[in-house]
């Protein structure tokens, strides 16, 4: 069973910065494509990144990419989403997700896997 993990959420003002890590367990951590997507107040699931296994391919939403930067560790299988210059709109519950070889379920917004998610809130 693939376990996913998140930490680093929390509060932060306007204009601060967060990093997102996701910790995976279970599961031979470089045969998945990793990804982040986020729910806000009344809002739907929207994907945010994701990344290739070898970190060779990067996909983000249209809106986040000169803010936002998807990583990973494959050593510490550990996938990362630093976040800058936050707003008030990126509040949100941030999950982490995962696929079995390609990313593209990741961005059709189904992978196989998710996470339990963490809280991101930017106070104005």
């Known amino acids: 069973q693939v376990r996913l993990e998140e930490s680093g959420g929390g509060l932060v003002s306007t204009g601060g910065s967060l990093r997102l890590s996701c910790t995976v367990s279970g599961r031979a951590f470089m045969s998945l494509a990793m990804g982040w997507f986020r729910q806000g107040p009344v809002k739907e699931r929207e994907f945010v990144a994701a990344?290739?296994?070898?970190?060779?391919?990067?996909w983000y939403a249209e809106s986040l990419k000169e803010r936002f930067t998807i990583s990973r560790d494959n050593a510490k299988n550990t996938l990362y989403l630093q976040m800058n210059s936050l707003k008030p709109e990126d509040t949100a519950v941030y999950y982490c997700?995962?696929?079995?070889?390609?990313?593209?379920?990741?961005?059709?917004?189904?992978?196989?896997?998710w996470g339990r998610g963490t809280q991101v809130t930017v106070s104005s």
């Open positions: 997700a995962a696929e079995s070889g390609t990313a593209v379920g990741l961005r059709r917004g189904v992978p196989d896997y």
């Open positions: 990344i290739s296994w070898s970190s060779s391919s990067t």
